[in-house]
């Protein structure tokens, strides 16, 4: 089943006022940024939602925290989003995310159009990145993708904490 037919079945339709409650939309039907309470909670809603339907991880990621995802289309504003970035609700979001990688894994993955990033490194790096992905039995690719994935969360979670509070 393709991406949309899955999210159809589920009840979601992308991008359509269904996906969010009233509260946060605005008038216009665009998303407004709102405070983390009950956007959080909504969001957290939602991705339950599509979850329970077992969706690829890609499908997932991009429905919920993808540039176009309902996460950047509720919180608009850096701080709104580093905020949610801090929640418990995005913590169970960041859990279903890695538990549709892990089922992944397991069976052939479905294809997204897919983007290279060519990164120059020390080959003394590269080798540290290669011995760690055999130890693990991943490729570089997946561990690349799992360590940078796990950086912007911690750094998002980081960005938060007062100055005066940083020793």
Not at 26 to 43: L, M, P, R, W, Y
Not at 56 to 68: A, T, Y
Not at 94 to 120: G, I, N, Y
Request: glycine letters at 4%; a negative charge.
């Amino acid at each position: 089943m393709n991406a949309a037919g899955l999210l159809s079945s589920v009840g979601v339709d992308t991008w359509k006022e269904s996906w969010m409650p009233a509260f946060i939309q605005k008038e216009s039907g665009d998303f407004a940024d709102t405070a983390v309470g009950h956007g959080a909670q909504a969001i957290l809603e939602v991705a339950e939602r599509l979850f329970a339907a077992e969706p690829d991880w890609i499908v997932f990621f991009r429905e919920i925290m993808g540039l176009d995802g309902i996460v950047r289309r509720t919180y608009q504003t850096p701080e709104s989003l580093m905020r949610f970035e801090c929640s418990a609700e995005y913590a169970r979001i960041r859990e279903m995310l890695d538990a549709l990688r892990q089922k992944q894994q397991e069976k052939s993955p479905v294809r997204e159009a897919q983007r290279v990033v060519t990164v120059r490194m020390p080959m003394s790096l590269h080798e540290t990145l290669k011995a760690e992905a055999q130890e693990m039995n991943v490729s570089i690719n997946k561990l690349c993708i799992s360590k940078l994935l796990k950086l912007l969360d911690e750094n998002a979670c980081r960005d938060l904490v007062p100055e005066e509070h940083i020793e």
